[in-house]
């Protein structure tokens, strides 16, 4: 298992990941888990998260994961990724604090309809189509199918097989599932017991949570287009505060099978001070202890430009820079990094 976990850690990044053989409390969570079937050193990997064009990625932040351009309105590009054929969806709130993120996250779980989710989610990519389908589309394309099937006879059989594709892709993916606490999750697949029932229908194939935290909670604004950042204290009470939003965060976040919060990175260091690096380290060392992956920016992004703030990436410069490309390979590594992740 360890040398497994090890490999997989190389291939975070192409200066590697976990260099150390060091293992992170998900792993040894999944080591649990795993039963050792292959040989004496090897076990099973947790399973993995459907390809990352499928998957269901939440996106959430405060700015964090907004662009900007030294012209134009600062934006995500949760649309342009989407168009591109990723079933990932997202919300971002501008110059809030951890708490504006929870409610995020609690919104997104709580506040969902299936004609959303079939707005959004999209079926396994079928052999020779260009691009997955979302549910609603897919549906949509059988109608127009269906109707060619009864007035084109040259080609029923190859309609027919598309039609038959698109029917087992719906009933097999939960999309034909009258109960609204199933809706969406694959046939035979596992489910949180402690989860709300209330609550959006989540499986650890499909469902993960991607959060980026810009610490606002510590910065101010000093003027003349000027930040700074409040003086990390050990058991003060900023860090009192902190903690308890925190608490309610990771709380909050437990509704998802997989999760990693980005938090950190060392161009902030210019934009706030020193003192940002001290609160973003005690912050993910608190988040890790309490059971959630937390991880600094700079190799997951390590190839995106960021604005002149030292805060906001670039969205793009000219013909030389565009931050989609790089978003691609993001999502990559990040699928990766879920996958690895024993859930719940």
């Known amino acids: 298992m360890v040398v497994w976990f090890c490999k997989r850690q190389e291939e975070l990044?192409?200066?590697?990941?976990?260099?150390?053989?060091?293992?992170?409390?998900?792993?040894?969570?999944?080591?649990?888990?795993?039963?050792?079937?292959?040989?004496?050193?090897?076990?099973?990997p947790p399973t993995e998260l459907d390809p990352v064009m499928e998957a269901r990625l939440f996106m959430a932040s405060d700015s964090t994961f907004v662009g900007k351009n030294r012209t134009g309105k600062p934006s995500t590009n949760w649309a342009q990724l989407r168009?591109?054929?990723y079933a990932i969806r997202g919300a971002s709130a501008s110059a809030g604090d951890l708490n504006a993120i929870t409610t995020q996250i609690k919104d997104y779980c709580y506040s969902w309809s299936r004609e959303e989710m079939e707005?959004?989610?999209?079926?396994?990519?079928?052999?020779?189509?260009?691009?997955a389908y979302t549910v609603q589309e897919a549906r949509a394309h059988l109608e127009k199918q269906r109707l060619n099937y009864a007035i084109d006879p040259k080609n029923k059989v190859k309609v027919g097989e598309e039609?038959?594709?698109?029917?087992?892709?719906?009933?097999?993916?939960?999309?034909?599932?009258?109960?609204?606490?199933?809706?969406?999750?694959?046939?035979?697949?596992?489910?949180?017991?402690?989860?709300?029932?209330?609550?959006?229908?989540?499986?650890?194939?499909?469902?993960?949570?991607?959060?980026?935290?810009?610490?606002?909670?510590?910065?101010?604004?000093?003027?003349?287009?000027?930040?700074?950042?409040?003086?990390?204290?050990?058991?003060?009470?900023l860090m009192t505060t902190l903690t308890f939003k925190i608490f309610a965060f990771t709380q909050a976040l437990r509704h998802f099978p997989r999760a990693v919060v980005f938090c950190g990175h060392d161009q902030w260091e210019e934009a706030y001070g020193p003192e940002m690096e001290k609160w973003t380290s005690w912050a993910r060392q608190l988040l890790n202890t309490l059971g959630v992956t937390a991880l600094p920016l700079d190799k997951v992004f390590e190839e995106f430009r960021f604005h002149d703030d030292c805060i906001h990436f670039t969205k793009s410069?000219?013909?030389?820079?565009?931050?989609?490309?790089?978003?691609?390979?993001?999502?990559?590594?990040?699928?990766?990094?879920?996958?690895?992740q024993a859930p719940w």
Not at 175 to 195: K, Q, V, Y
């Open 13 to 44: 990044a192409p200066q590697g990941g976990n260099k150390n053989n060091e293992l992170v409390f998900e792993e040894m969570l999944a080591g649990c888990y795993l039963k050792n079937v292959h040989t004496k050193r090897d076990a099973l």
């Open 163 to 237: 039609i038959a594709w698109y029917d087992q892709a719906l009933e097999q993916g939960g999309w034909n599932h009258s109960d609204h606490a199933t809706i969406g999750l694959p046939s035979g697949c596992l489910l949180d017991p402690d989860t709300p029932q209330e609550s959006r229908p989540m499986t650890m194939t499909k469902d993960a949570a991607v959060i980026a935290w810009g610490m606002n909670d510590v910065t101010y604004d000093a003027g003349n287009m000027r930040y700074g950042c409040h003086v990390f204290e050990e058991g003060g009470e």
């Open 119 to 131: 707005k959004t989610d999209r079926l396994p990519l079928r052999p020779g189509d260009p691009m």
């Open 83 to 85: 168009g591109q054929g």
């Open 317 to 340: 410069e000219g013909w030389t820079y565009d931050w989609n490309v790089h978003w691609n390979e993001a999502l990559k590594k990040i699928h990766v990094l879920l996958s690895l």
